[in-house]
Structures are given as C-alpha cells and as structure tokens.
C-alpha cells in the first residue's frame, strides 16, 4: 500500500488502465472526499451517497481515457459525482434526500457535516444557535449550498470549482458572493448572528 | 480495500466493464469542433447573404411596398437569414461550450466573438461573391426557397400602390420602354415625366424600379424611374439583369 501513496493520480489512472484491480487505489484515494461532497452537497444518507458513489466510480472507470491530464484529476472526479448526484436527485425526486433539520438518526444532515469540519460549531456553540445555522443551510438552494460546500469545505479554489461546474471562473465568483449573500440574508431573518 | 471499493470492483469484474477506448472521446471533441467550424462557416454565408439582400434593397422605394416606410422596412428584411443566423449562432455556442475547455469562457464572450467572426467572414463572402455562389446554389437545388424568394421579389411589384418592378425588353421611344415585370406580366412604361435617379439612360437589359400610377392594365406612367442591375445588386433582384446603370 505504502508505494502508491508516492504515486500521482496520473500516475494511478495509467496503473488502473493497465490494470483494473489498481483502481482500487484511486477509489480508497478519494473514497471518503467523494462521500462527504455527495452528502454535504446533496444532503442524502450514508447508505445512498454510497450508491451514487458506487455509480460514479464505475463511471470513472469507464471514462478514465477520457481524463484530461491539464485538469488535476480530483476536479474530474468530483464533476463526475457531480453529475451522478444532480441525476439520483433527479432520479429519486428528492425521497432519499433529507431535510437539513432532520433528526433522523439514520440520516446525517449536511449540516451535522458541517458543523463538525468547519469553525462554524466553534463559533455557534449553542445548541438553539446550531439549529439555526442548520435550518439556514438547509432552506439555501441546492446550487447555492454546492458552490458554498466547494469552496469553504473542500477548499476548492476558483479554477478547481469551474472545472467540476463547468462554469467560467467569473461565474463562480458571481454565484459564490450570491451565495454568500443569500445565506447572510436567511441568517438575518433566522436571527442568527454569525 | 473498502466495503465500497471492493463492491465497485466486483461489479467492473462481473460485467466485464472496461475503459471506453481513448479514440472515442478524441472523436467526440472533433464532432464538436467541426460541428462549430461548420456553424461559423454557414453563419458567415447567412452574414453575406444578409448583407447581399439588405445592399441590393431599394430604400427609398420601401414605402411602396408596404405602403409605408416603417411596414415596408419591416417586409423587405431578409427573415430566413436572420432567423438561419440565429440557429447557426446559437449552435456555434453550443458546440464550443463542449470543446475541452469551452466551459471556461463566459457565454456572452463566446457568442460576441461567433458574432464578429461571422460578420468577418460574411464581409469577405459577400465581397468575393460566395455568398451569392451559395445563395444561387440554393435557388437552384431548393424548391422552396426559390419559391420564398420568388414570393419575396413578388412584393415589389404592387402596380396598386404605384410601383412595378422588372426588366426593360425593349426601347419603343424616348419617352416609352416596355417592362417584363418580375411576375411575369408586360407594361409599356411613360416616363415623359419621369425622374430618373441615378443614371437616366435606359437600356434593354438594366432591370428598373419604376414608381406612378397604372393607367391601364399593362400601362403605367411614371413619374420616379430608378435603373438597376449589376453585381452589387442582390436579392430581391440580383443576378437577374445584364446590364448594369452606366454600362
């Protein structure tokens, strides 16, 4: 296991076209980054992010000649999930989706996920505050929560964000401050002060 | 491994899933910038063809047409080629969105270099005729385009609102030349009275716009002549006459 971890994604996806048993490395490599994007994006159970992680991946394998060596692989792999995430939503109109606010234990809210990779917790420690937060996130459209998760969570930067949209960088930073904007604005009407 | 690698892995074994081959997506992007070169290339054609039509259209002679100026601008555009430039705008975009890289420029970049590329290359199509060349191709070969066109010439002729439009067959007087409207039909034009813009020399051949009041079936006096014909004439009459004013 040790001598893949020196070796590139590049170098992985010319492994894995040689051999369908290395893909195995690319999958462990971003098996769990993937994951936590589907759910934070999407705010679907563990159980279903799975599954459109499980249909993703075989797209990927299917597609690897397709990877274009000048985008870093990780941007491809996410606009890939991307798009496996928008069509399961589609697919299942919203029945595995989840409310931010649930409390369904089964069910971790992308808010919950949130809470517990970002300062956000730190700075809104009470309960009653957290909830808040949660119902906001929760009631931002789907696209705007997306480019928020991109940027601040996986810390994507401008150019990595307009490969998995397919999006010009001046659109993303045109979303990403309405985004911005739109959430300020619910926080306000939430009475939350951030 | 994970559950979840070990799971895809099995199921890209059991289906005996496989990489598409790398010559696929390589001829996917050259659809796509052939389908983009062509769409430029039948724009700049729309382009000069437009520019062809909107040249060879008498101005000062719409208000006859649609009795006035306003309506009669509004008639004599070129509608097909505008909405055919439209279509081939819209594809042009399209299809550079989904070039390699397309994704990264902003739409209204796109389109507004589509748009100065066309009008370029219309420019040069115009000028070195292959517009025209592309346009008679159609005439030819397309029925139903002859027919618009054929239907779009036939509004210039309205001897009712005092303006027919052909080609001179014959020199009787000084003052009478017989015209083969574009519909067809024989007048035997007076233009004692008449005022000749541009050049004031009818010929057999020139085509003429001719504007007054029909006194009679197949005569008409004339008090506005405007002689015609010749290359940098288009539609709705180019090609149509030999002999150019002047000549």
């Given amino acids: 296991m040790h001598k893949y971890r020196e070796k590139t994604d590049v170098e992985l996806v010319k492994l894995a076209l040689k051999d369908q048993e290395e893909f195995a490395q690319l999958m462990e490599r971003y098996e769990e980054k993937l994951l936590r994007y589907i759910r934070r994006f999407a705010g679907l159970s563990q159980e279903c992010a799975e599954d459109v992680l499980q249909e993703a991946f075989l797209k990927i394998y299917r597609n690897l000649n397709d990877f274009d060596t000048s985008l870093k692989f990780s941007s491809w792999a996410y606009r890939i999930v991307h798009n496996e995430t928008i069509n399961y939503i589609r697919k299942h109109n919203d029945k595995k989706t989840v409310g931010l606010e649930t409390d369904d234990p089964d069910i971790v809210s992308l808010i919950d996920i949130l809470e517990s990779d970002t300062d956000v917790s730190g700075d809104v420690a009470k309960k009653e505050l957290s909830e808040k937060v949660r119902h906001v996130l929760a009631t931002l459209p789907a696209h705007y929560r997306e480019i928020l998760v991109l940027r601040f969570l996986e810390d994507m930067d401008y150019s990595e964000i307009s490969d998995i949209l397919k999006k010009p960088m001046g659109t993303v930073a045109t979303l990403l401050n309405r985004a911005k904007a739109s959430f300020k604005q619910l926080a306000l009407e939430n009475n939350l002060t951030l | 491994m994970s559950k979840l690698s070990k799971s895809v892995l099995g199921k890209i074994k059991k289906c005996h899933i496989k990489p598409k081959p790398r010559w696929q997506f390589v001829a996917l992007r050259v659809l796509f ?7 430029v290339f039948l724009g700049s054609m729309a382009t000069g063809i437009i520019m062809s039509q909107l040249a060879g259209v008498e101005w000062g002679f719409v208000h006859f047409v649609g009795g006035n100026k306003a309506i009669g601008f509004l008639m004599v555009l070129p509608y097909i080629w505008l909405v055919f430039f439209g279509l081939t705008l ?15 420029h902003k739409s209204i970049t796109v389109i507004g270099l589509i748009l100065v590329l066309s ?57 009478t030349f017989i015209l083969n ?42 008090d506005q002549v405007k002689l015609i014909g ?6 709705p009459f180019g090609g149509k006459f030999e002999r150019k004013c002047g000549e």
């Avoid at chain 2, 115009?126 to 779009?152: C, I, N, P, S």
């Avoid at chain 2, 010439?153 to 007087?173: A, R």
């Avoid at chain 2, 010749?230 to 539609?235: K, L, T, V, Y």
Wanted: with cysteine; aromatic share 12%.
């Fill in chain 2, 181 to 222: 409207a574009i519909t067809g039909e024989i007048w035997a034009v007076d233009t004692a009275e008449a005022v000749f813009k541009g050049c004031n020399d009818p010929e057999i051949g020139m085509g003429a716009f001719v504007t007054g009041e029909s006194v009679e079936k197949g005569d008409f006096d004339a």
């Fill in chain 2, 230 to 235: 010749g290359d940098h004439h288009r539609s």
């Fill in chain 2, 33 to 39: 910038w052939v389908l983009f070169i062509i769409s």
């Fill in chain 2, 119 to 175: 009008v370029i290359l219309g420019v040069v199509s115009h000028q070195v005729r292959a517009a025209h060349g592309f346009e008679d191709m159609l005439r030819t070969h397309v029925g139903t385009y002859d027919k618009w066109e054929d239907y779009r010439e036939g509004m210039w002729m309205n001897p009712e609102n005092g303006i027919i439009v052909g080609e001179i067959i014959e020199i009787d007087s000084d003052t």
């Fill in chain 2, 90 to 104: 819209f594809l042009a975009h399209k299809s550079f969105e989904k070039t390699k890289k397309g994704y990264r």
